[in-house]
């Protein structure tokens, strides 16, 4: 396998977080190099080179300390089985407010615009509106 430099770039000049505190800590305790050598390596205050080996040798576990934490939401099953419990509904034809009423009797209780929007992001499109019967005499 060839060797180049762009690929040796990827490890002098990391962009992810996770490898920038790998690399830092790696630094720190195999190279022995000082905080304000790391920092300036990396491009970094120096604070926040000890800040990283400070929490690293507070808990060492690789597997805690090297894990991105990606923004925004995570999953959660209960939100799942929601979504789930809806779109099998909804293929039964039932209406919004039929659905929020079994969910309801399910033990789960959501918003109309919540469940709207659980409908609309599995791309349900909405139920023709229902004409009321006309009324004697009109």
Partial sequence: MA???ELALMFAKPTVAVHRRFEV???YFMEHLTAAAIAERFGLHVGSVQ???RDFAADPKLDHFFVSNR???KTSPKRQAIAQRVATLRREGKTLGQIRLCLQEDGYEISESYLARILREAGFSQLAQRRLPSRPGE
Avoid: N
């Fill in 51 to 53: 800040v990283m080996v």
């Fill in 25 to 27: 800590c790696r630094a």
């Fill in 71 to 73: 923004p925004g939401r």
């Fill in 3 to 5: 060797r180049s430099d």
